[in-house]
C-alpha cells in the first residue's frame, strides 16, 4: 500500500531534478556575454560572438574565450589554434572598417582571422582586397590572400541583433541549441544514476532500462525548458534589473567571506574549479559573484518549473489542497538551496579528489583534467546531496505541524478497508489477502489525489471519498467470498435430531447433578450442552 514516505521520495526526486536543472545551466549562461546583449551600440555584437562561438562548439571544435579579458587588439576566440576577431555591423564594409585603426588605417589584428556577418561575406571580402591593396594589412601584398583572413561568420547581422532580445525565433532557436548541449548531459548523467539504483535494488534490465530512459527524459526536458525561460528572461528589462539586484547582492555576499582568511581560500578554489584553472583576487571575486548571481535566478525559475504542476492541481483540477500546495512548494524551495550550496560545497571536494587522481595516472596534465572532471561530478553529487538534505529535513519539519493530503486519504482508506470487510464478513486471513494481492497496488500517489479531488464542501467531501474508495474495494471483496469453502444448510429434519439430541444430553446432565446433591456427592454442574 502506498506509504506516507513516498510522497516524501516524490518532493526529493523533484528536487535532485532541480538540481540538475540548476548546476550547469548557471554555467553556460555565464559563459555568454548577456548582460551586455543590450547595448544599443555593440549588443548585437556580442551576441555574434556567442552564437559563433557555439556553432563552432558544436562542430566539435575546441574553443577558448579569450574577449572576455578585454585585451587591447586581443582575438574574441581561439578555435582549434586560430585566433578570431568578430566584427558586426550593418554592412560588410562597416564591419571591415571596425578592424582597422581609426589614426592609422591599419589592421588592428594580426594573426587573427576577421570574422563577418554571414550574410556580408562577399561585400566584406571585396573590402578587404581593397585595404590590401592600399597597403592596410601588414604582411600581406596579395588582395586574393583575403579570403584566408576572412572568414563567414554562422549567423546573419540581423539574426545576431534578434539573438540579443527576447521573444522571437533566432534567440530562441540560439536557447535550443545553447541548453541542449547541457540538457544532454544531464538526462545521461541521471540515466546513469537511475539505472545503477534500480539494478542494485534488485530490478530487472528491461524494467531498469525503461524506468531510466524515462527518467533522463524527464530530466532532459526540464533542463532544456528551465535553460530557455531563464536566457529570454534574462534578455528583458526585469531579467536585466533582477541581474543588477543579484549581482549587488552576490558581491556582497562575496566581499563579506573575503574578508576572513578561509573565506578568501574557499572563493579562491572555487572560483579556480568554475573557470577550470587558477585564480586568484578580485578576478576570483567577480567569476564567484557571476556564478551566484545566475545560480539564484536559475534556482527560482527552476522552482517556479517545478510548482506549475501542483499550482494545476491545486486550482484546476483541485487534487490537492492549498496548504499541500504551500507544503510542497517550502519543500521545493528548501531543497534547491541547499542543493546550490551542496553543488558549490561538492565541487570543492571534487576538484581535490579529481586532481588526486590524476596526478596519480599522469602528474601534470593528469592533474588538471582530474580535477575538472572532479569539479563537475563534485558539483553533481554534493547538489544533490545538499538538495536532498534540505528537502527531507524540510518535509519533516512541516510534517509536525501540516499533514499531507495523502496521509489523510489514507485514515479514511482504512476507514473504509474495515467497513467493506465487515460487510463482507472478512476473516482476518481473507482481509489480509484481499490487501496484499489488490487494494496495495491500486493505492498511488495519483489515485490519492484523485480521490481528494471528490466533493465541494467538508462533508460532502469526505463522503465522496469514502464513497469513491468503497467502490474501488468492493470488486476484490467479491472475488474473495467466491473462493469461500460452499455452504449447505441443514436439512429441517437435521436440525430436529441435533435439538432432540441436545434436550436428552441436558437433562442427562441435570438428573445427574440432583442425585449427587440427594446423596451428598460433590460434583460440579457440567456444561449442559457439552457431550462426551
Known amino acids: 500500500m502506498f506509504k506516507k514516505n513516498e510522497s516524501t521520495k516524490r518532493n526529493i526526486e523533484n528536487v535532485i531534478h532541480q538540481t540538475y536543472a540548476n548546476l550547469d545551466t548557471s554555467s553556460s549562461i555565464e559563459g555568454t556575454q548577456y548582460t551586455k546583449y543590450n547595448n544599443p551600440k555593440g549588443g548585437g555584437g556580442f551576441s555574434a560572438e556567442d552564437a559563433n562561438v557555439l556553432a563552432d562548439r558544436l562542430r566539435g571544435k575546441k574553443v577558448d574565450i579569450t574577449g572576455m579579458n578585454n585585451a587591447k587588439n586581443g582575438a574574441d576566440r581561439i578555435s582549434n589554434n586560430e585566433a578570431i576577431q568578430t566584427k558586426y555591423y550593418n554592412s560588410g564594409k562597416a564591419s571591415v572598417n571596425a578592424a582597422f585603426d581609426n589614426e592609422t588605417g591599419m589592421y588592428k589584428y594580426k594573426d587573427q582571422l576577421l570574422e563577418v556577418p554571414k550574410d556580408q561575406f562577399d561585400e566584406a571580402l571585396s573590402q578587404l582586397r581593397d585595404k590590401i591593396r592600399e597597403g592596410k594589412v601588414p604582411g600581406v601584398t596579395d588582395p586574393e590572400q583575403a579570403k584566408k583572413i576572412l572568414k563567414q561568420g554562422s549567423v546573419t547581422y540581423k539574426q545576431a541583433r534578434n539573438i540579443a532580445k527576447a521573444g522571437n525565433i533566432d534567440s530562441l532557436w540560439f536557447d ?193 583534467i582530474g580535477a575538472g572532471i572532479g569539479a563537475v561530478v563534485g558539483a553533481i553529487a554534493g547538489g544533490i546531496t545538499g538538495g536532498t538534505v534540505g528537502a527531507q529535513g524540510t518535509k519533516m519539519l512541516l510534517d509536525q505541524f501540516v499533514e499531507d493530503d495523502a496521509q489523510r486519504m489514507l485514515e479514511l482508506v482504512q476507514d473504509v478497508i474495515a467497513e467493506v470487510a465487515e460487510d463482507f464478513l472478512c476473516t482476518e486471513e481473507e482481509l489480509d489477502l484481499v490487501v496484499k494481492n489488490h487494494i496495495e497496488g491500486i493505492i498511488t500517489l495519483k489515485w490519492l489525489q484523485d480521490m481528494y479531488a471528490l466533493g465541494k464542501d467538508a462533508y460532502v467531501k469526505e463522503k465522496a471519498q469514502k464513497a469513491f474508495a468503497y467502490h474501488a474495494f468492493e470488486p476484490f471483496f467479491e472475488e474473495i467470498i467466491k473462493i469461500r469453502e460452499f455452504i449447505i444448510i441443514p436439512s429441517d429434519r437435521e436440525i430436529k435430531r441435533a435439538q432432540r439430541k441436545m434436550k436428552n444430553t441436558f437433562f442427562l446432565q441435570y438428573l445427574r447433578y440432583q442425585i449427587s446433591r440427594l446423596f451428598g456427592m460433590k460434583t460440579e454442574f457440567k456444561e449442559l450442552l457439552s457431550e462426551k
Do not use: C
Open 176 to 368: 535550443i541549441k545553447s541548453q541542449s548541449v547541457v540538457s544532454s548531459k544531464a538526462a545521461g548523467i541521471s540515466f546513469i544514476l537511475q539505472y545503477a539504483s534500480n539494478r542494485w535494488n534488485g530490478q530487472d534490465r528491461k524494467t531498469s532500462m525503461k524506468v531510466s530512459l524515462l527518467s533522463a527524459l524527464r530530466v532532459g526536458g526540464v533542463t532544456l525548458s528551465v535553460g530557455i525561460i531563464t536566457r529570454q528572461f534574462l534578455r528583458t528589462s526585469m531579467g536585466r534589473s533582477f541581474t543588477v539586484f543579484t549581482t549587488t547582492m552576490s558581491k556582497q555576499i562575496v566581499n563579506s567571506l573575503y574578508k576572513a582568511d578561509i573565506g578568501k581560500t574557499i572563493i579562491h578554489k572555487l572560483a579556480s574549479a568554475i573557470l577550470g584553472k587558477e585564480v586568484a583576487g578580485a578576478a576570483a571575486k567577480s567569476v564567484l559573484a557571476k556564478s551566484l548571481r545566475t545560480n539564484v535566478l536559475t534556482t527560482a525559475i527552476t522552482t517556479a518549473v517545478f510548482t506549475v504542476p501542483d499550482l494545476y492541481r491545486a486550482t484546476i483540477s483541485k487534487r490537492i489542497s492549498w496548504t499541500q500546495f504551500s507544503k510542497n512548494v517550502s519543500v521545493n524551495i528548501a531543497g534547491a538551496g541547499a542543493g546550490m550550496l551542496g553543488g558549490y560545497g561538492g565541487t570543492l571536494g571534487g576538484v581535490k579528489v579529481g586532481a588526486a587522481i590524476g596526478s596519480f595516472f599522469a602528474p601534470g596534465p593528469g592533474t588538471a
